[in-house]
């Protein structure tokens, strides 16, 4: 969430900054009802003045002698009952620009930070760097999910037939496989100092509302008909909502945390896109990196966050490359946002497995999560940063393709096999 006071005092700013998003953001309407509820509660403050210099002209009267139910003492309290009146009905006016200022104000996307490049769209990403150009094969693959079914781990029709499309079953040795990433990416991010936390994963509308998923992104989730609650389309959302609403002594910043999840997404609007395979499921899993710094570590924090993801997929030798999100591409609550983006020899193309966003304090403030200097009367909020460590159904992807053999088996990578216990699939 944007801060209010930005807004008002630097609209000009604001604005300029949103307008780098494309999208047709404004933020003139929340300006005008700002000014508007300034000015009640001017209006509000004047009445209430009025009312207790009645109060007390009252008082005064009535001690140098006036009538109590004299006609001047009577004129002062009709004054005092009509004030009282006009600031009843000032309450739910003000409530309802209030709630209209929250509701605008909730749908702005964060500002693009400074340094993040300006385009137009996904065209005009840059790109950082490159790595592992010496592990792509050599020889022609099949798609992932072709060696997968012939090698009988992975069956999307019986996936289809439990749930619908977009979920798959996986078996055998695709299972352990799954697992073997699970573990395998915990542990090296605990190695990297995250602490592991095992979240719920169904949260509340105050939740997604906190990390940014709600109200925008509605669509995208599964909302369970008869409670409020959601099942998380990543671990983002409870791992960030533990602290909400808390003030964090600075002592105890940074924190980082890890989480393995399944995450669930609708992809509502992806109709016809990734149909097959595990680029683009309903259910998938995925171990989540999640910071919560102090505003002035947070730039070197997102670029130690990018290269942990970046560790995991080094350790695996798969070839990727790192991608600097243009604004027009930026995700809503991103400031600042690396993607990285893995080999597919199949399809010879790079494929997002992991996003890392650096937040600023854009949620802390939707989810009022804060800090304080010992010592210190006031808080500040924190910034938050997260990112994909990394996606697991995608990385499988990548080993599937990129480890294929000629012979059509598929080589475990090194760093797996004492996990799985074999060194071919």
């Known amino acids: 969430m944007l801060d209010l006071k930005l807004i008002r005092e630097n609209p000009d700013l604001v604005q300029e900054k949103l307008n780098r998003r494309g999208g047709g953001y404004d933020v003139s309407a929340i300006a005008a009802l700002d000014q508007q509820r300034r000015d009640l509660e001017a209006a509000r403050s004047r009445l209430q003045a009025r009312s207790n210099e009645i109060g007390k002209l009252v008082g005064q009267k009535i001690k140098a002698g006036s009538d109590p139910n004299g006609e001047e003492i009577q004129a002062l309290r009709d004054e005092g009952t009509q004030i009282k009146t006009e600031l009843a009905d000032l309450e739910p006016t003000e409530k309802e620009i209030d709630a209209q200022i929250k509701d605008l104000v909730l749908a702005l996307p964060n500002l693009p930070s400074d340094s993040t490049p300006i385009g137009k769209d996904e065209t005009e990403n840059v790109e950082v760097r490159r790595w592992g150009d010496e592990h792509k094969p050599t020889i022609k693959v099949l798609p992932h999910y072709e060696i997968a079914e012939q090698l009988g781990i992975l069956n999307s029709e019986r996936g289809t037939k439990v749930a619908q499309t977009r979920f798959v079953v996986l078996m055998g040795a695709g299972a352990a496989l799954e697992r073997a990433l699970i573990q395998f990416m915990l542990d090296q991010q605990i190695a990297a100092g995250y602490l592991e936390v095992l979240p719920p994963l169904l949260v509340n509308s105050r939740s997604l509302s906190a990390t940014g998923q709600l109200p925008k992104f509605a669509e995208e989730s599964f909302k369970c008909a008869d409670d409020d609650l959601w099942l998380i389309p990543t671990a983002e959302v409870p791992v960030t909502n533990l602290y909400r609403d808390e003030i964090i002594p600075a002592d105890q910043l940074p924190i980082h945390h890890c989480a393995y999840t399944p995450c669930f997404r609708r992809e509502a609007g992806s109709y016809g896109r990734d149909t097959r395979g595990l680029?683009?499921?309903?259910?998938?899993?995925?171990?989540?990196?999640?910071?919560?710094?102090?505003?002035?570590?947070?730039?070197?924090?997102?670029?130690?966050?990018?290269?942990?993801?970046?560790?995991?997929?080094?350790?695996?030798?798969?070839?990727?490359?790192?991608?600097?999100?243009?604004?027009?591409?930026?995700?809503?609550?991103?400031?600042?946002?690396?993607?990285?983006?893995?080999?597919?020899?199949?399809?010879?193309?790079?494929?997002?497995?992991?996003?890392?966003?650096?937040?600023?304090?854009?949620?802390?403030?939707?989810?009022?999560?804060?800090?304080?200097?010992?010592?210190?009367?006031?808080?500040?909020?924190?910034?938050?940063?997260?990112?994909?460590?990394?996606?697991?159904?995608?990385?499988?992807?990548?080993?599937?393709?990129?480890?294929?053999?000629?012979?059509?088996?598929?080589?475990?990578?090194?760093?797996?096999?004492?996990?799985?216990?074999?060194?071919?699939?």
């Open 279 to 425: 680029i683009r499921l309903h259910q998938f899993n995925k171990v989540e990196l999640v910071k919560l710094v102090a505003p002035d570590t947070s730039e070197q924090e997102h670029e130690a966050l990018v290269q942990n993801a970046e560790a995991i997929l080094q350790a695996l030798k798969l070839p990727y490359r790192t991608i600097e999100l243009c604004t027009g591409d930026l995700g809503f609550g991103a400031a600042k946002c690396y993607d990285l983006e893995v080999w597919l020899p199949a399809s010879e193309a790079y494929r997002e497995i992991s996003s890392c966003s650096n937040f600023m304090d854009f949620q802390a403030r939707r989810g009022n999560i804060r800090f304080k200097e010992a010592g210190q009367k006031g808080t500040q909020f924190v910034h938050t940063l997260n990112g994909s460590g990394l996606a697991i159904g995608r990385t499988m992807a990548a080993v599937l393709e990129n480890y294929q053999q000629a012979d059509g088996t598929v080589r475990v990578p090194e760093v797996l096999r004492s996990y799985l216990g074999r060194d071919l699939l």
